[in-house]
């Protein structure tokens, strides 16, 4: 595997991670949010909670990650790689935000993983020629 696919990979890694994280982060924190009452700036108060700052923060530098690999490789090939937050979501969903995750959830989060890995190693030349 080329030096230029590695990055490529390891980049997407990072954002993956920073999107699935933050998307737990920003879930818990916004189940935080039904346990507040009261007027507009009470709600206000109630989302600028550490968990909603930093999911967000965390979906935020997912997206700077995702436009950096975007200008080193193909939509074709950084798209599919993304797909592996499902997954992520799963595990993160089940062990922090204390969900039911189904057999049938699991099973599909596992399917797309699978397509990802045949995307991901499956072709020989995926970057474009500098």
């Given at each position: ?29 916004m189940k935080l949010t ?97």
């Open positions: 595997m080329s030096s230029d696919k590695m990055r490529v990979i390891l980049v997407m890694f990072f954002a993956v991670l920073a999107v699935s994280v933050g998307e737990a982060l920003l879930a818990k924190g039904n346990q507040v009452t009261g007027g507009w700036q009470d709600q206000l108060r109630g989302v600028m909670t550490p968990q909603v700052i930093g999911g967000t923060a965390l979906m935020a530098s997912y997206f700077g990650l995702y436009m950096l690999a975007l200008k080193w490789a193909d939509l074709s090939f950084v798209l599919p790689l993304t797909a592996l937050s499902y997954l992520l979501g799963a595990i993160l969903s089940k062990y922090y935000l204390g969900e039911k995750v189904t057999s049938i959830r699991w099973m599909g989060a596992i399917i797309i993983t699978l397509g990802v890995i045949v995307v991901g190693f499956g072709e020989r030349q995926s970057l474009p020629k500098p």
